[in-house]
């Protein structure tokens, strides 16, 4: 077959050399989607061959091959090759998958350790069998039993980025006796002689490297007879031992401490395969496990014989690059002996002997901690053998508890396991030990880096990685899920082996290794996420010293007056509460002052409010010991300080009239201080020295600046950093611009007025004229601090800050974005993620727009920024966000952010357009190229009502007359032909094919016929930076919209379905768009889940909803300001009309929350008058609201319904709508309720009437109009909604399906709202069951995180719920019964599942079982059969009375291999005793006894069960609503039915 590749390929890759080469694009930022195939089905013998051409160093993984049965011509390709399914086998690292599944570990070379220049192939024999080869040395057989037609599979996956097929031809060593040659030498290997084994050599040709590679030590080959008494005894006393083979080279020297590997990881590997049966070893001949012969250890190391080229194995061969950065995979076929080490090719395990506590399974892989709540500590464990030079020794946490302080610890030691007397924690061994311990670094129990990483391993959760790396170099580096923490130590001993600590919350671990692909896939994805803080900027080096040429520069001490702060990395000193007290401002230099150094600081900041000011000197006191006093004069020894214009000494005045007066100076004058080499003491005000002060000054004294008075911030001036501006310094240079950054608009000479604004958060403080902002009591507040920009940024304009001090004490950290809203017009929230408007912000890694998460893994994550670190915004002039971290542009954060309001995503223009239009920047951008005419284009979308479609001039062209035209059409622009349009018109106002209007200079025009003149600002007199819109509202009127203001309604009557359309018409050739769609409804693209598709447990898409309400119910109240003819009484609950037909208007004191139902009842109709009453909302507050006479006067913000119809600001804007109010008779309930998209529903008697308008504001405030014959109603207390926060009554409607609406379903939809109570917060029954189930120590990953679909079916709380007994579920629906008496905990559905067919589709039911049984049925996430239960075996499931339903059907399969389960459509019967048996437990409230049972709440597949009688014998009836003939459901098949919830009952 051809030695090419298919043409189809994953998204990445790019073919090349007659499709010989693959490349994968985007290398370094995507890690995936590099799938390659054959362009043919491989023939039997056949090795497909490629070359590794490429590889990068950005991810974790490499090259994966294999083969597939799927046709490439078909295939729709996935990310990675562990995907494919269908007949797939993949080799990944060391690993063999099939279908994405696991078959084989340790199989092989690893594969991720392969460098550039080395080959990989895969081979189908003619027996079937799955063949990798490496460097053209067989590895043996990977998998068995393949169907003939197979194509070769390739995936350029993490490090590999670019591959070419050399050959794809039968090895050129097989011949066509090749079966019975290798079974001649499988009867040869079978039971070789010890003597054959170590009187051959067996030495491959030296690798590339010049890596000697040796067979395997011929010792463990004595063991293949079982002669223990031919192993040597080796001891680190031997240089060689006594029977040790003298077949190497003359020139091979092995060194101590590698012969003690040898024999000691052989010994081991022999021990190790005896205890498991010789299985994983390979010991001759093929194992049950094991497709090779020859020996080796459970890790693939072999040595001689076993396979098709007698030398080893032969996936280990000679010849071999090693490019990887362990530099130990190169290939050996036993052992590699290389300059670094030696070490043996077993995998790394936990050494079997270890802590008390501790217990190994898993192969040794995993290591967990018992009694994890009793104990915190005797949980040492150590590897197996020593770590090898770059090599990860990396763990997964499995399991922590929530009880101790402190968790895992993780290091190295010199210490052999096998000698060590394990200590209660390696922190307490004081020797030749390592540790990591939180965030901090201890040697030999003594800590000696307290911050070596910003990770601390106490905070790391269930899945985290955390690994280890002995470098060459001697260095000890750490990693947190595969991110790199630096240097931990420098000159690391050479022999060392990897420690765990299993403390306090850390109870299970297991070692991962690297050929693992999830694992892989984990990483890489950790990678991407955190690439960002750090890229283009290079890490500083980690040093356990400091830098002997480092500045020796003059800061602040950190230890300061209590009401002082140090910010700017040391520099700047302040009082942030400057106005509140005058001293205990004392602020020290970080060290002495040299001889003539002068020590100068200016004054930022005064206040007025203060006698007194700044004060300067010097003291012998070091700052860090010294007990600072409110004011340094009162510091009785060692102090010289200048104060107003005289001299104390220790608080003595020395001189009465030295200089000039301290308390005189201003903001910006600067004062400073020197020690001379003879001892005199000098300061200086604003540079002029006012002479000597002082004699006999010690030389060791600190600089000392009492910011006391009027003196609030002073920074230090020095020549080795720029200093910050003044707050009012109007001379200020050019603005620096960072590295990277790109320059403003204005240039990089112009300066900057950018400022924090004056208005802020609670808790922050703006000092240094604007440019620094510090969160006051950081200690004790973490929110509050909102700071805003003192104006708007301009396009292109880099608004950037610099983080000058963090505390430890907080998760999370900065967040940073833009705004549209004035600072004026904001009220100040906690945080600004709160703001449900016009708001973009960067959280950690989340891109978050009005509160909602747009978009996660942004490139940058702000949580993991420290001091120093800079960050910066820009909105581009095509309205992109872009976030810049240290000067590095970090990429598009959202699109479509106009200077304006916007909200949603960013209009773009449709690629059906006039024939002199290109179309740039993702269609957000149109420029005419030629001409001035043919430049019309449309909208991509159709515009939805209300929504402004809004576009800026960007260039124009004098030469021409006219200017750019806008305006709506109903032309379809999907219908026109393919560009470029030379039929379309050349310009707008000839565009008559559709309806079109459209404004032309200051004409409206409809089809080109003149509609009216003088319409607003004339389109002719627009320049560059001009913005217009169009706008088609909810009236059907179209609007004009220049540089944001409405020009008011342009043509009426307009059609609904109409596109945007302009004319680039004479000067006006480019515009680009500034505005954003309306949010969309995204509940349609939602993933299915508990809360979007069902309130409890799916009955309340067709019943009563019997799950609490998500939201607190607000007690409403009218307001004290109303109409003149309102009287209030009833506590402001009843509303009457005293007077007249008019003057009747009311509104609410409270806002109407989201998704809560305000309901009213008429009281009373008086049939003298006409009309009735309306009702609505308004948007704006009314507490100082001049009502009208009627509400239909009201025209700003203002939904209004009356009788049949509905108003916007007093215009009609739907018709037909609900039924007539003017017809509602007394006793009518009537009610609002906006909900969670902002749509405006009423209620009539608890009946949903649908949407009456959207986009409604909040808050919003109910409004009534008691006009005409309505003259009093009254608020309705006792009910609540029963409207969840995902859900409506609404929805529930709308949503049902025909089959939903049978037997009486489609009637119990009207319901009466529940009463107001949340029993979840006040029910007793339900707060024991809860506490019985934590005796259960159930993991809590089993249980929903969303407490509101816990419920409890007490008597009180489903009465109070209103629920009723049965309900209906499934196609075709099947009656259930509700668990009275029971308490139900909400079980996490899987990811995979479908959510949302499975509780509308399927039925419900129930199964009793005991508590032994739990967790078991939990961890299998299915019920078990009852012979299967370890502890309780309810009846058998094959009854032998009341009929022989259960008795297996002729042809059915044995019936061991059907999963029968008993289930029953009520509590009633699956809740006995024989199938619920009761436990006894205490209280540890209460510390009475109770008894309690448990059982499952499931979803059942129809058709997965048979219906049958109940088995127990019983001739009463069990259930009224189910006849005992047929309360007993027995399932057929496996996987039909669906945890859903744990019901406990309590007695």
């Given at each position: 077959?051809?030695a090419?590749l298919?043409?189809?390929s994953g998204?990445?890759i790019?073919?090349s050399?007659?499709n010989?080469?693959?490349q994968r ?8 989607h ?22 990068v160093?950005s991810?974790?993984g490499s ?5 597939t049965?799927l046709?490439p011509?078909a ?9 494919l399914?269908g007949?797939?086998?993949i080799?990944?690292g ?5 279908d994405?599944?696991s078959v084989?570990?340790e199989?092989?070379?690893?594969l ?10 895969i081979?189908?024999n ?8 490496v460097?053209?040395q ?7 039993g393949?169907p003939?037609r ?9 490090k590999?980025?670019?591959v070419?097929?050399?050959s794809c031809?039968p090895?050129p060593?097989?011949e ?11 009867e040869?290997?079978?039971?070789p002689?010890?003597a054959a ?10 690798d ?9 030590v011929p ?6 007879n ?10 680190r006393?031997?240089?060689?031992p ?5 077949n190497?080279e003359?020139e091979?020297?092995?060194t101590e401490h590698?012969l003690f590997?040898?024999?000691?990881n052989?010994i081991?590997?022999?021990y190790?395969?005896?205890?498991e049966g010789?299985?994983?070893l ?10 090779r ?17 007698g ?5 280990e ?7 990887s950065?362990s530099g130990?995979?190169g290939g ?10 030696m070490t043996?090719?077993d995998?790394l395990?936990?050494?079997?002997k270890?802590?008390t506590?501790?217990k190994?399974s898993?192969?040794n ?5 018992r ?5 915190f500590?005797?949980?040492v ?5 020593p ?12 399991k ?8 895992i610890e ?5 210490h052999?396991?096998n000698?060590?007397?394990y200590?209660?924690?390696m ?7 390592i540790?990591?311990?939180g965030?901090?670094?201890?040697t030999?129990?003594k800590g ?5 990483c910003?990770?601390s391993?106490?905070e ?8 280890l ?11 947190i899920?595969g991110i ?5 130590a420098?000159?690391?001993p ?5 420690v765990?600590d299993l403390?306090?919350m ?5 070692i991962?290794?690297n050929h693992n692909h ?6 890489n994805?950790a990678i991407m996420?955190?690439?960002?803080p750090?890229v ?5 080096a ?24 140090i910010?700017?990395?040391g520099?700047?000193?302040l009082r942030?509460h ?6 205990h401002g004392?602020?020290?230099?970080n060290?002495?002052?040299h ?9 930022d900041?005064?206040?007025?409010k ?6 300067i ?5 070091n ?9 340094m004069?009162?510091?009785r020894?060692?102090t ?5 214009n005289?001299?104390?000494h220790?608080?003595t005045?020395?001189?009465?009239e030295?200089?000039h007066?301290?308390d005189?100076l ?7 201080v020197?020690?001379k ?6 300061f ?6 006012q ?6 000054v010690?030389?060791?004294?600190y600089?000392?600046?009492?910011l ?14 720029d200093?910050?501006p003044?707050p ?16 403003s608009?204005?240039g ?17 403080v ?9 969160r006051?009591?950081?200690?004790s507040?973490f ?5 805003i ?12 800050i610099v ?22 017009e ?5 945080t600004?993620?709160?703001i449900?408007?016009?708001t ?6 989340a891109i978050?727009?009005?509160?909602n ?14 001091t120093?670190s800079?960050i ?5 002039a095509?309205g ?6 240290n ?7 959202c699109?479509?952010l106009p200077?304006g309001?916007?909200a949603?995503?960013a ?6 357009h ?5 179309l740039?920047?993702d269609?957000?951008q149109?420029v ?5 005419a043919?430049?019309?284009v ?10 402004l ?8 062209d004098e030469q021409w007359?006219?200017?750019l ?14 560009c470029p349009l ?7 106002t000839?565009?008559r094919?559709?309806?079109t209007?459209?404004?032309?200079g200051?004409?409206?025009r ?6 009216r003149?003088n ?5 002719d ?8 819109g ?10 004009i919209?220049i ?12 059609a609904k379905?109409?596109?945007?359309v ?11 768009i500034?505005?954003s769609?309306l949010?969309?409804?995204?509940e ?7 809360s ?7 009955e309340?898409d067709?019943t ?15 307001l ?13 609950l ?6 007249s037909?008019?003057?009747?208007l009311?509104?609410t004191?409270?806002a ?10 008429i ?5 003298s008058w006409?009309s009735s009453l309306?009702?609505g909302v ?13 509400a239909?006067?009201?025209k ?5 319904l009356?009788?049949?119809?509905v108003?916007?600001?007093s ?6 709508y ?11 309930v009537l009610?609002?309720?906006?909900d969670?998209?902002g ?9 949903d009437?649908?949407?009456a ?12 109009d ?6 009093q109603?009254?608020i309705?207390t006792n009910h609540v ?8 009554e609404a ?23 529940p009463?107001?109570?949340n029993p ?7 707060a024991?069951?809860s ?8 993991p ?19 009465k109070l719920?209103?629920d009723?007994?049965y309900?209906?579920?499934?196609e075709p629906p099947?009656d ?5 008496g029971?308490c ?7 990811p995979h ?14 199964h ?6 739990l967790?078991?049925?939990l961890?299998h ?24 339903y259960?008795?297996?059907e002729?042809?059915?399969?044995p ?13 009633r ?21 109770h ?5 499952f ?7 997965s069960y048979k219906v ?18 047929e309360?007993e ?19």
């Amino acid at each position: 077959m051809a030695a090419e590749l298919h043409p189809r390929s994953g998204k990445l890759i790019g073919l090349s050399n007659s499709n010989r080469t693959a490349q994968r694009n985007q290398p370094v930022q995507e890690f995936n989607h590099g799938l390659v195939l054959s362009r043919e089905p491989l023939r039997d013998r056949d090795v497909f061959t490629v070359r590794i051409d490429k590889k990068v160093n950005s991810w974790s993984g490499s090259i994966e091959i294999g083969v597939t049965a799927l046709d490439p011509a078909a295939l729709d390709f996935p990310s990675s090759a562990t995907g494919l399914k269908g007949g797939s086998w993949i080799v990944s690292g060391c690993s063999v998958l099939k279908d994405g599944r696991s078959v084989l570990e340790e199989y092989g070379r690893d594969l991720d350790q392969l460098g550039e220049g080395d080959r990989v192939g895969i081979q189908r024999n003619s027996r079937g069998e799955l063949h990798l080869w490496v460097n053209g040395q067989d590895c043996g057989t990977a998998a068995s039993g393949l169907p003939p037609r197979l194509w070769a599979v390739v995936d350029l996956y993490g490090k590999c980025t670019q591959v070419t097929v050399v050959s794809c031809e039968p090895p050129p060593d097989i011949e066509e006796d090749q079966e019975e040659d290798e079974e001649e030498r499988e009867e040869e290997v079978a039971s070789p002689s010890p003597a054959a084994l170590m009187t051959e050599p067996c030495r491959d040709h030296e690798d590339r490297t010049g890596t000697l590679v040796l067979s395997t030590v011929p010792v463990i080959a004595t063991a293949m007879n079982g002669s223990a008494e031919e192993v040597p005894e080796v001891t680190r006393g031997h240089s060689r031992p006594d029977k040790f083979p003298n077949n190497f080279e003359p020139e091979t020297v092995l060194t101590e401490h590698q012969l003690f590997d040898v024999f000691n990881n052989a010994i081991v590997s022999l021990y190790r395969s005896e205890d498991e049966g010789g299985e994983d070893l390979g010991l001759g001949g093929r194992g049950p496990d094991s497709s090779r012969g020859g020996t080796g250890s459970n890790n693939g190391a072999r040595g001689t014989g076993g396979n098709e080229n007698g030398s080893g194995g032969g996936a280990e061969g000679g010849g071999n690059t090693n490019n990887s950065p362990s530099g130990n995979a190169g290939g050996t076929s036993g052992l590699t002996v290389a300059p670094s080490g030696m070490t043996t090719n077993d995998a790394l395990l936990f050494h079997e002997k270890c802590g008390t506590l501790i217990k190994l399974s898993n192969n040794n892989k995993t290591a967990e901690r018992r009694r994890p709540l009793d104990e915190f500590n005797n949980g040492v464990v150590m590897t197996n053998r020593p770590l090898r030079h770059n090599e990860m020794f990396e763990i997964r946490i499995d399991k922590l508890v929530d009880k101790w302080s402190g968790s895992i610890e993780i290091g190295v030691t010199t210490h052999n396991p096998n000698n060590l007397d394990y200590p209660a924690t390696m922190t307490n061994l004081r020797s030749g030990t390592i540790m990591m311990s939180g965030c901090g670094i201890l040697t030999n129990g003594k800590g000696t880096r307290r911050e070596y990483c910003e990770f601390s391993l106490d905070e790391l959760q269930e899945g985290d990685h955390i690994g280890l790396m002995r470098k060459a170099s001697g260095a000890l580096h750490f990693y947190i899920n595969g991110i790199d923490q630096g240097v931990a130590a420098n000159q690391t001993p050479g022999v060392v082996y990897g420690v765990v600590d299993l403390y306090g919350m850390a109870v299970k671990v297991t070692i991962v290794h690297n050929h693992n692909h999830s694992d892989r896939l984990r990483r890489n994805n950790a990678i991407m996420r955190a690439l960002s803080p750090d890229v283009g900027r290079p890490r500083p080096a980690l040093s356990l010293t400091p830098d002997p040429e480092a500045p020796d520069r003059l800061l602040f001490h950190p230890n300061c007056g209590q009401k002082a702060a140090i910010i700017g990395d040391g520099r700047t000193a302040l009082r942030p509460h400057a106005t509140d007290d005058f001293n205990h401002g004392v602020v020290l230099s970080n060290r002495p002052l040299h001889s003539n150094e002068v020590f100068q600081v200016r004054i930022d900041k005064m206040v007025d409010k203060w006698a007194g000011s700044i004060e300067i000197g010097v003291t012998t006191h070091n700052p860090a010991y010294l007990q600072l006093p409110s004011t340094m004069t009162n510091l009785r020894s060692g102090t010289w300080m200048m104060t107003g214009n005289g001299v104390m000494h220790n608080g003595t005045t020395i001189l009465d009239e030295y200089g000039h007066n301290l308390d005189r100076l201003k903001a910006g004058d600067t004062v400073g201080v020197v020690r001379k080499e003879d001892g005199s003491l000098h300061f200086f005000v604003n540079g002029v020295p006012q002479g000597p002060a002082a004699w006999n000054v010690p030389p060791s004294v600190y600089a000392v600046v009492d910011l006391y008075g009027q003196a609030a911030q002073a920074t230090i001036m020095d020549d080795m950093a720029d200093l910050p501006p003044l707050p009012d310094d109007s001379s200020e240079g050019p603005t620096a611009m960072s590295p990277g950054s790109p320059c403003s608009i204005t240039g990089a000479s112009a300066t900057s007025d950018l400022r924090f604004h004056q208005l802020h958060g609670t808790n922050a403080v703006i000092t240094n004229g604007g440019r620094t902002a510090l969160r006051q009591n950081c200690r004790s507040e973490f929110n509050d601090a909102i700071v805003i920009s003192n104006r708007c940024l301009r396009d292109g304009e880099l608004f950037e800050i610099v983080i000058q001090k963090m505390v430890d004490r907080w998760s999370g950290s900065i967040e940073a974005g833009v705004t549209a809203i004035r600072p004026e017009e904001l009220e100040f929230p906690n945080t600004m993620t709160d703001i449900d408007y016009d708001t973009w912000m960067l959280s950690g890694t989340a891109i978050m727009q009005d509160g909602n998460t747009m978009r996660n893994n942004y490139g940058c994550d702000l949580d993991s920024l420290s001091t120093g670190s800079r960050i910066g915004m820009m909105r581009t002039a095509s309205g992109d966000l872009h976030y810049y971290i240290n000067g590095v542009d970090q990429g598009v954060a959202c699109t479509g952010l106009p200077p304006g309001k916007v909200a949603g995503v960013a209009h773009r223009l449709h690629n059906k357009h006039g024939k002199n239009v290109v179309l740039l920047g993702d269609g957000c951008q149109a420029v005419r190229v030629g001409g001035y005419a043919h430049g019309i284009v449309f909208s991509a979308k159709e515009l939805k009502a209300d929504e402004l479609f809004e576009v800026k001039i960007n260039e124009v062209d004098e030469q021409w007359s006219g200017s750019l035209r806008i305006g709506l059409t109903t032309l379809q622009p999907p219908d026109l032909p393919s560009c470029p349009l030379s039929g379309l018109s050349p310009s707008l106002t000839q565009l008559r094919s559709k309806v079109t209007w459209l404004l032309a200079g200051s004409e409206v025009r409809r089809n080109g016929v003149l509609q009216r003149q003088n319409y607003g600002c004339s389109l002719d007199r627009l320049t560059v930076g001009n913005r217009v819109g169009v706008k088609r509202c909810s009236d059907d009127t179209m609007h004009i919209f220049i540089d944001g203001e409405d020009m008011g309604p342009a043509a009426t009557a307009v059609a609904k379905n109409v596109y945007a359309v302009l004319d680039l018409y004479g000067k006006v050739t480019a515009v680009s768009i500034v505005s954003s769609t309306l949010v969309e409804d995204t509940e349609s693209v939602k993933a299915p889940s508990l809360s979007s598709d069902s309130c409890s447990e799916g009955e309340e898409d067709t019943t009563p909803c019997e799950s609490e309400p998500a939201l607190v119910p607000m007690a409403m109240a009218f307001l004290e300001n109303h109409g003149k003819n309102i009287q209030l009484s009833n506590q402001n609950l009843t509303a009457a009309r005293v007077s007249s037909y008019n003057q009747g208007l009311l509104v609410t004191a409270q806002a109407l929350p989201r998704q809560q139902l305000f309901q009213f009842q008429i009281d009373r109709l008086n049939s003298s008058w006409t009309s009735s009453l309306s009702l609505g909302v308004i948007g704006h507050t009314p507490d100082r609201l001049n009502f009208p006479s009627t509400a239909c006067c009201l025209k700003r913000s203002v939904w209004l319904l009356q009788r049949d119809s509905v108003f916007h600001n007093s215009l009609k804007i739907c018709e037909n709508y609900g039924p007539n109010l003017d017809t509602c008779p007394e006793g009518t309930v009537l009610g609002l309720l906006v909900d969670a998209n902002g749509c405006l529903h009423l209620y009539v008697n608890g009946m949903d009437q649908g949407v009456a308008a959207q986009d409604i504001p909040s808050p919003c405030y109910p409004l009534i109009d008691l006009y005409g014959q309505c003259e009093q109603v009254t608020i309705v207390t006792n009910h609540v909604p029963a409207v969840g926060a995902e859900s409506s009554e609404a929805r529930c409607q709308g949503d049902m399906e025909k089959a939903d609406m049978v037997d009486g379903i489609k009637e119990s939809v009207c319901w009466t709202p529940p009463p107001e109570v949340n029993p979840n917060k006040t029910c007793e029954y339900q707060a024991l069951c809860s506490r019985f189930k934590d005796l259960l120590t159930l993991p809590d990953g089993y249980f929903n995180e969303d407490a509101k679909y816990n419920l409890c079916y007490c008597e009180s709380c489903h009465k109070l719920r209103g629920d009723e007994a049965y309900y209906k579920r499934g196609e075709p629906p099947r009656d259930y019964a509700l668990p009275f008496g029971w308490c139900r905990f909400a079980l996490r559905i899987k990811p995979h599942c479908e959510v949302s067919n499975t509780f509308k589709k399927w039925h419900i039911a129930y199964h009793g079982t005991n508590v032994g049984s739990l967790r078991r049925t939990l961890d299998h996430s299915q019920i078990l059969p009852a012979e299967s239960s370890s502890i309780f075996s309810a009846s058998p499931v094959k009854a032998e009375g009341h009929g022989s339903y259960g008795e297996p059907e002729e042809n059915s399969a044995p019936e061991r291999e059907i999963p029968r389960v008993r289930l029953s459509p009520t509590m009633r019967y699956s809740g006995l005793e024989v199938f619920a048996p009761k436990v006894q437990f205490r209280d540890p409230r209460s510390l009475r006894c109770h008894h309690a049972q448990v059982g499952f709440q499931v979803c059942v597949r129809p058709g997965s069960y048979k219906v049958g009688p109940q088995s127990l014998g019983a001739s009463e009836s069990l259930d009224p609503r189910f006849s005992n003939t047929e309360i007993e459901w027995i399932t057929k098949e496996k996987g039909g039915t669906l945890l859903y919830g744990l019901l406990i009952r309590v007695e």
